[in-house]
């Protein structure tokens, strides 16, 4: 077992020429990652010549990888590397001669080992736990963002890749041949549009060759826009395949969860196949031939699915199966149960002499070279760690035991696994079933000001990120300011682990310790802005979207700003905030939200805010368009209004002051101080300050699991400490819950 270790963060990548001139009879030989940015650099000059690996590759190093706002190995062809800054098509012979190149990263807009391949053969290569691409990356594959007229033969697969447009190896084929390929990992995609084509394999396929190709692992689409049934395709080798060429002895193992048209091989058919009028099918016919598929299908709302193909136009299908416990809704080929697809006597007219395999009763049909089903191992690792597996081979025998080592880089920590191995230790053995995914996560250690400004900059944006020290910015006078908030951060997991940022001080136009989060959690997290002010921004961060903050806590001197903004964020869209607490004065102009000033399809939950000023203010947000506040307390002294949007349940208001209630929120179990707040008709709830002292008045409420109250001494407090520790998964589940739950309720 090897591991390459280091705290380096290399600005730029070397680049070392390899052996050889790049001919047939002599060509490049590629024996280390640096090879492979030579080829970058100098891909106008090579593009159309020959290279070959002599050993393993191992690629761990390019997670430490930075060039401008690039993380990670740039493909071969990109203009960002190529000495020209050019974009080029490789139309060379690439045989990896059966070795693999290990653990490559690429966290790009667009991630692959080529930008593209137009004329080129690749042959003979293993790609092991790769990691490419980005949530909201255009496209991404683990060979090419687009393969065209090539010759691509016994390449395998494993990782993870995500991306809007996505496939195992490509997104985009064209007049290509794919033989005896495989991909077996997880894909992820995350659509900001209605459309798309996402596939184990190929996403959009016109026009191509496959034979002995299979794919295992999983496939998840989510789509941030309302889908158009037609545009959103998903399949476990292709999301759309058309034109006069045949699927031929290929199977997909895929588990799906997707919108639109899913299907085990395609989410959508226009293979075409030519008939008379009386039916009869022609020796011209293109499609599917001898394949199966073994898919689970997920569906989602809005979902139509197939066993073969969720939409099929004119198509033929000869001598298909697909198991119909896992997947059903098709006329498409043959659905036969989960007991009969492992029967050789259901694929009668298949080739069992010399081409297909099985074993009976025990497994699925596999290619009859490898003398058993194809069984893999998937393992996926972030960016601050590797996975290794003894022994490493291209497939296990059922029964087989592996050893499984997870190994975080300097500076990180293992956190925990995901999959076959969740819940286990960094080192486990597994012994196997059946196709199976194990990712390990690892965390990157935050003890300083420095480890933290590097996240965007020299670490991944969408990393996973453990702060294991309370951070002192004292030293940061207001001459000084703090200026270095996180610019993006997208897909990652910031928990502070009960550690605080202390002394912060900002004074950026949009400020906040992180500026825009994206599809990400912050959680754990202490934030004392001493002295200082929050301009259209917030404690946490500027804007939050599509994102969770949990088990916060925010204490801040607000002391001047334009539109201001709000105790954890200015702006919080298609979010979910909970466990969080607020506690300030507010000296400056404009208004200011206890939680944010605008809350836009955002849950709010079990939150506290305390505000001490003479200034306007709102006591929830200033702006709530179909938001949901749910048990959430206001206390202090401050003059302002309620919200001015939104739904309210299980909340109080007891701070002194003057406060006005919009009539277009809708008040649902909630009690206010009848000294401060102005009544207004059709909302009840209005209580003497003594009797919001005592628990009988609130009727309903969760005083087991949710408040506590010292009687009539105090109002309602919550029963947690914040901020609390939770497990990552667990308040990921709980939180995405209660998202969908409460919008539910909006509805």
């Known amino acids: 077992m090897s591991l390459i270790v280091t705290s380096l963060v290399f600005a730029a990548n070397e680049a070392i020429k390899p052996d050889g001139d790049g001919t047939t009879e002599s060509p490049y030989v590629l024996t ?24 393993d590759i191992d690629a761990s190093e390019t997670r430490y990888w930075k060039k401008t706002d690039w993380f990670g190995f740039i493909p071969i062809g990109s203009s960002l590397q190529s000495k020209d800054q050019k974009t080029h ?25 080529f930008s593209s391949v137009n004329g080129g053969e690749i042959s003979n290569l293993k790609m092991v736990d790769i990691s490419f691409g980005l949530r909201a990356s255009p496209s991404s594959g683990a060979l090419a963002e687009a393969i065209e ?18 496939g195992g190896f490509t997104h985009l084929a064209k007049y290509s041949s794919f033989i005896n390929c495989s991909f077996s990992g997880k894909i992820t995609s995350n659509l900001n549009s209605p459309d798309g084509e996402i596939g184990g394999l190929i996403g959009r396929c016109g026009e191509c060759f496959v034979s002995n190709c299979r794919t295992t692992g999983m496939i998840v689409c989510r789509s941030t826009k309302d889908v158009i049934l037609e545009g959103l395709l998903v399949g476990g080798l292709f999301g759309m395949i058309g034109g006069e060429k045949d699927v031929v002895c290929c199977y997909s193992d895929m588990q799906i969860n997707s ?29 599917f031939k001898q394949c199966y598929s073994n898919c689970i299908i997920e569906k989602q709302s809005g979902a139509t699915i197939g066993g073969i193909a969720g939409f099929t136009t004119n198509s033929v299908c000869f001598n298909c199966y697909y198991n119909s416990d896992r997947a059903s809704g098709t006329v498409f080929g043959t659905g036969v149960n989960s007991t009969k697809i492992k029967q050789r006597s259901t694929f009668s007219k298949w080739n069992f002499s010399n081409f297909w395999g099985i074993d009976e009763g ?11 089903k194809y069984l893999k191992v998937a393992l996926l690792s972030n960016c601050f760690g590797i996975s290794e597996i003894e022994p490493e081979k291209d497939g296990y025998a059922i029964g087989e035991t592996v050893t499984i080592t997870a190994i975080p880089n300097e500076g ?18 597994l012994t196997i079933e059946d196709n199976v995914i194990v990712k390990a996560e690892f965390a990157k250690n935050i003890s300083n000001l420095d480890a933290f400004a590097k996240i965007g900059v020299d670490y991944p944006d969408s990393g996973h990120y453990l702060q294991t020290a309370d951070i002192d910015l004292s030293n940061y006078a207001l001459e000084i300011s703090f200026t270095n908030s996180i610019e993006r951060f997208c897909g990652g997991i910031y928990d502070g682990r009960n550690h605080a940022f202390k002394n912060l001080c900002t004074e950026r136009a949009f400020s906040g310790l992180f500026n825009n989060v994206l599809y990400s959690l912050i959680c754990n997290l202490i934030v004392d802005l001493d002295v200082g002010s929050i301009k259209n921004g917030g404690g946490l961060a500027v804007f939050v979207n599509n994102s969770i903050i949990s088990n916060c806590y925010v204490s801040a001197n607000v002391v001047t700003g334009e539109k201001t903004g709000g105790g954890m964020c200015n702006q919080a869209r298609d979010a979910v905030i909970s466990k969080c607490f607020f506690k300030g004065d507010f000296s400056g102009f404009g208004l200011f939200g206890g939680f944010c000033r605008i809350a836009q399809n955002t849950a709010i939950d079990q939150c506290g805010f305390e505000m001490y000023s003479q200034r306007v203010s709102s006591a929830f ?5 179909n938001a949901l506040f749910v048990d959430c307390c206001m206390k202090g002294n401050f003059k302002g209004f309620f919200t001015n949007g939104g739904l309210v349940s299980n909340c109080y208001l007891s701070a002194e002051g003057s406060f006005e209630l919009y009539p277009s929120v809708n008040y649902v179990n909630c009690y206010f101080n009848s000294n401060s707040v102005a009544r207004i008709d059709g909302v009840t709830g209005f209580v003497s300050p003594e009797d919001m002292k005592k628990q009988e008045t609130y009727v309903g409420w969760d005083f087991d699991n949710v408040w506590d109250i010292d009687e009539g001494v105090g109002t309602p407090y919550f029963r947690y400490a914040l901020p609390e520790p939770l497990g990552l998964f667990a308040m990921l589940l709980l939180m995405l819950g209660i998202k969908r739950k409460k919008y539910t309720n909006l509805r």
């Open 32 to 55: 280390r990652i640096e090879n492979l940015v030579w080829m970058g650099e100098n891909i106008a000059e090579c593009k159309s010549n020959v290279f070959k690996l002599a050993n």
């Open 89 to 113: 098509n490789f139309s060379g012979v690439f045989d990896g001669m059966n070795y693999a190149i290990k653990h490559l990263y690429s966290e790009n807009r667009n991630s692959s080992l």
């Open 149 to 166: 007229a090539s010759s691509i033969t016994n390449v395998h697969v494993t990782g993870k890749i995500n991306g809007t447009y996505v």
């Open 259 to 287: 919108k639109g048209y899913v299907g085990g091989l395609a989410g959508k058919n226009e293979l075409e196949n030519y008939h008379n009028y009386y039916g009869y099918i022609t020796t011209n016919d293109f499609g």
């Open 362 to 372: 025990q497994s699925t049909p596999y290619f009859y070279f490898e003398s058993g």
């Open 412 to 429: 990180a920590t293992f956190l925990y696994y995901e999959g076959a191995l969740e819940g286990k230790e960094a080192q486990q053995t």
């Open 621 to 625: 947000c200033s702006a709530g368009i």
